[in-house]
Structures are given as structure tokens and as C-alpha cells.
């Protein structure tokens, strides 16, 4: 009896990795995914945190992709590793922090690390040659198979006829005729495939799993580094970079403000490492302050912080400002007008 084949597919949670794997299974293939947290993963995290994003599954999609496909899910912590990937990427960034070609890069070779380790055959990824232009272009596609150390064990079973024969097509592992030749940013053959093996309610095919392709994370991600002189960033820092409106009013501080209830609780849980300013006479959004305020900061910021409660109309509103020493400042102060507060200190 032939050996069964073994391969570690690398689940996203999005579309093509699932199908990817799908399509090894109808081969025989056995399967297991490996999922690489960084931290910067947008789903799970706001959505159970704000209250206007209540409707969206809490579901982590890669554990969803794993139960569809009936396969086991090993999901591995990289967060220190995954640091020098971005903090000083050999092929740079995308379109904004994203070191995408980088990424991948890594992850394979960790796949690979993985797959010697555990007594599997080769890795499978849900690439399409053409579909994202950091990671996926013809001639980037060699470079990961290059750099990761996978060599010819790495598959990309959605696009593989547009390829060169990888070994498991060569050894008769898998059969190349029923690989695929998806190409380009379309996502209509995914969507028909999925349909095929009646998969629904997957994650959106062509939205972004990370953070670090959005515009407006990857400018807060870049002003933690300037305010603190170096690139460097904790898990904490992954988390609150997330949550809340981000304002900047001096270099040396900065206000993390809530919006609703649901980041209320959530900022909360950050009262022992941060000053916190808080609205006693109206209701209004617990704020963080990340960094040393003067006097005349803690005037300014409260009144910025008061801005955003319901006591933004009064005349006089109070405000408890609780520093990090524990010490504990009441002041009276008339919250700043929309017109006073500069917009170049959204961040």
C-alpha cells in the first residue's frame, strides 16, 4: 500500500486558504493547517470590544477554516519572533507598514521548520500568482520559495498549472491535472470554487487579515516610534493602537480616548500602567495618557478629554485626572470647543 502523504497548510482564515487545503483533501492528502498569530490580526479583537461592531461574528476564521475542512489547527504565538520581520523587512514595506513579501517569507519557513519537525511531506499555501502585488507577483513568488528554504515542498495548489511542477506534483503526491490556474485580483473563481464545496458565510475573499495594511493603524504604529525614539513595540502596544481615538497634542503625550462603553471596559484594564483622565460630572469615555504631562498639560488634556463627553456644552465640567504615582488632581475646567482642537493631532 502507498504511503499516505502528509502536508501542513497555512490557514489565514480567509477564502483561499481554505481551498487550497479543500482541494489537497480531495486528493488524499492528510492535512493539518498552522495558523502564525503576530497580534496584529484585525478580527476577534475590536469587533468583541465596540459595541457598533456587535453583529460581526467573534469568530477567530482560521478555527472556523480548520472545522469546515475537518482538520486540526495549529496555531503558534510568533509575537517576538515576528518583530524583526517588521521592524527591519530586507524587502521593505507595501503601501504602508505591511512587509508582506517578508511575511510570507517567514511564515513558510517556519512552516517548513514545523514540517520537518512533525514527519510531514511538503507545505501548502493559498497564494494566486497576480492577486496581491507585495507577495504574489510572478516573479515574487520564487523569491519566497528561495528565501523560506521550502524549495520544491511548497505548493500553491490554487494557482500551481501557472508553475513550475513542484516535487509532491512530480512524485505523483498529488495530481497536477487537478491543481488549478487561478490568476490575477479576481476573486469570481474562488467564490464559484467555494461554491462548489458549498462553503458559505467564509471571511470577505478579497479583505485583508492584518492590521498593518490599513492606513490609519500603520500611522499610529509610526508615531509610537517617532514619540519614542526607537522601533520597538509590546504586545500592549498592539492592542491599544487598535482601540479608542488617538490624538497627539504635544510630542511628549498622547491621549488614547474612548468611544463608546464597550472600549470603556476595555481601557479600563490599562489603569496601572497609564495616567488616566476621567469625566465625574457627565458621562463620558475613560482616556489613557501615554506619556508625562506638566501642569498645563493636564489642563490642556482635560480639557480636550471632556470634549468628547456629554458635558461638552457646559460651562464647567469636572474631571479627575490619576497619575501614575497613584496621586489622584481634581480640576474644574470648561471643555475645549470642536474649533480649538487642532485636527493635526488625530493620529
Known sequence: ?????????????????????????????????????????????????????????KRNNALWSAEQLGIKL????????????????????GANMNPCLDCKIFMVSKAKQWMQEHGFD???????????????????????????????????????????ATLPEREGWVNREKLLDFSGRNRK???????QFGFEDYATPAGGCCFLTDANYSRKLVDLWQARNKKDYEFDDIMLLKVGRHLRPAPHYKLIISREDGENKFLNGYRKQ??????????????????????????????????????????QVEVKITLLSGREKFLQIKPMPASEINQAWYI
Open 1 to 57: 500500500m502507498s504511503t499516505q502523504r502528509k502536508a501542513v497548510a497555512l490557514i489565514s482564515g480567509g477564502l483561499d486558504s481554505l481551498l487550497a487545503a479543500r482541494l489537497m483533501l480531495e486528493q488524499g492528502i492528510h492535512v493539518e493547517g498552522i495558523n502564525f498569530y503576530t497580534g496584529f490580526c484585525v478580527e476577534g479583537h475590536t469587533h468583541a470590544i465596540r459595541k457598533k461592531d456587535k453583529a460581526k461574528p
Open 74 to 93: 495549529h496555531i503558534v504565538d510568533i509575537i517576538e519572533e515576528y518583530k524583526d520581520v517588521l521592524i527591519n523587512p530586507k524587502h521593505g514595506y
Open 122 to 164: 511538503f507545505i501548502i499555501t493559498g497564494e494566486v500568482m497576480g492577486q496581491r502585488p507585495m507577495s504574489q507577483r510572478k516573479d515574487l513568488l520564487p523569491v519566497v520559495v528561495r528565501e523560506s528554504g521550502a524549495d520544491d515542498r511548497l505548493l500553491r495548489p490554487l494557482c500551481a498549472k501557472n508553475l513550475a
Open 189 to 195: 473563481p474562488q467564490m464559484a470554487l467555494a461554491k
Open 274 to 315: 497609564f495616567a488616566t483622565i476621567e469625566i465625574k460630572s457627565h458621562n463620558g469615555p475613560l482616556t489613557l495618557v501615554d506619556g508625562q504631562m506638566t501642569e498645563k498639560d493636564m489642563q490642556q488634556a482635560a480639557r480636550i478629554a471632556s470634549r468628547f463627553s456629554q458635558g461638552r456644552n457646559a460651562d
